[in-house]
């Protein structure tokens, strides 16, 4: 395990990290399009996850036998995520009322599938981890 500060420091992070990306997904929303903006969330969100442990994937380039590279990969990735949860709904909602369903009928549909992501999440994620 850790020591009980060095979480708190992971754990505050996380949080810097995913209000960043909230603040900044209306910045590059508006720079580049809401796609665009998705795609470098996802660019954050994936780079974070390599980096957090050894993968073959980078070939051992970067050393992770410390707290600190995996503590700032999960900055980066929580900054994706900020990205990502920011954006990806109001782009969802905008998808299903240009295919003709009722706003209030696309915000459920978005609430829903995010319940939905959520529950797969916590069924998968704590057996793996």
Known sequence: G????????LMTTAVV???????LAPICEKAVGSVQATVLGSVFFA???LLIAPTPLLGGAIPND??????????VM???AGL?????TPLLIAYATRSGFSE????????????FVMGI?????PPLG
């Open 78 to 80: 929580t900054l994706g």
């Open 2 to 9: 850790i020591e009980e500060w060095l979480y708190g420091v």
């Open 121 to 125: 999440t916590l069924l998968v994620g």
């Open 66 to 75: 410390n707290f600190w590279v995996p503590a700032g990969a999960y900055q």
């Open 47 to 49: 780079l974070g996850i």
């Open 104 to 115: 209030e009928d696309a915000i459920v549909q978005a609430a829903a599938l995010q319940v």
């Open 17 to 23: 990290g995913y209000g960043t990306g909230a603040g």
């Open 84 to 88: 990502l949860s920011t954006i990806v």
